[in-house]
T-cell receptor, first 114, second 111 residues
Framework: AQSVTQLGSHVSVSEGALVLLRCNYS??????LFWYVQYPNQGLQLLLK??????LVKGINGFEAEFKKSETSFHLTKPSAHMSDAAEYFC????????????FGKGITLSVRP | ETGVTQSPTHLIKTRGQQVTLRCSSQ?????VSWYQQALGQGPQFIFQ???????GRGNFPPRFSGLQFPNYSSELNVNALELDDSALYLC??????????FGSGTRLTVV
């Protein structure tokens, strides 16, 4: 079984400050990891994903995440927050295989203060 | 790429009714999944289809059923609607890699 834990439901940062959204996963097999962003009344947009290879993954809009197997973590960061980053962020895990499914965390709401 | 489109965008149904939600996947994406996202929660996996066969199912009752068609479209059917079925329903398609592409969802309200 796989699971994702996103600690804290709400993170608030000032514009220009570092963004750090935490994600820990549980998986009995090597995981594939994802971060998605959801704006109000919209679907999910893929920010970045880790499958194999380099553990530091760069995504869209200046976000990046690092896969740390020893810590079972895949935290999302952005050096400088922008007002447009305010949204809901979801971490998700899956495994290899044709019938793999995404297991999501509960999500974190990011607020950006002017 | 045409993306994933879902219809309708919003829907209001009465308890006990049946509903069909539709999804048009990206061309070439043979895998389609459906997720239910309740308010304030992460998406929950309902089921997945690969080349028109169901190959995975989450913890949802049989009144949730689906179909996938050869033209990369799919349907989610829900019978005997309950108030707790009110949610955003998301369709996601995947090709040979692990890049799931989501649609904008259908907001279902059951009254």
């Amino acid at each position: 079984a796989q699971s994702v834990t996103q600690l804290g439901s709400h993170v608030s940062v000032s514009e220009g400050a570092l963004v750090l959204l935490r994600c820990n996963y549980s998986s009995s097999v090597p995981p594939y990891l994802f971060w998605y962003v959801q704006y109000p009344n919209q679907g999910l947009q893929l920010l970045l994903k880790y499958t194999t290879g380099a553990t530091l993954v760069k995504g869209i809009n200046g976000f990046e995440a690092e896969f740390k197997k020893s810590e079972t973590s895949f935290h999302l960061t952005k050096p400088s927050a922008h007002m447009s980053d305010a949204a809901e962020y979801f971490c998700a895990v899956t495994r290899t295989g044709a019938n793999s499914k995404l297991t999501f965390g509960k999500g974190i709401t990011l607020s950006v203060r002017p | 790429e045409t993306g994933v489109t879902q219809s309708p965008t919003h829907l209001i149904k009465t308890r006990g009714q049946q509903v069909t939600l539709r999804c048009s996947s990206q061309s070439g994406h043979n895998t389609v999944s459906w997720y239910q996202q309740a308010l304030g929660q992460g998406p929950q996996f309902i089921f997945q289809y690969y080349r028109e066969e169901e190959n995975g199912r989450g913890n949802f009752p049989p009144r949730f059923s689906g179909l996938q068609f050869p033209n990369y479209s799919s349907e989610l059917n829900v019978n005997a609607l309950e108030l707790d079925d009110s949610a955003l329903y998301l369709c996601a398609s995947r090709g040979t890699g692990y890049g799931y592409t989501f649609g904008s969802g259908t907001r279902l309200t059951v009254v």
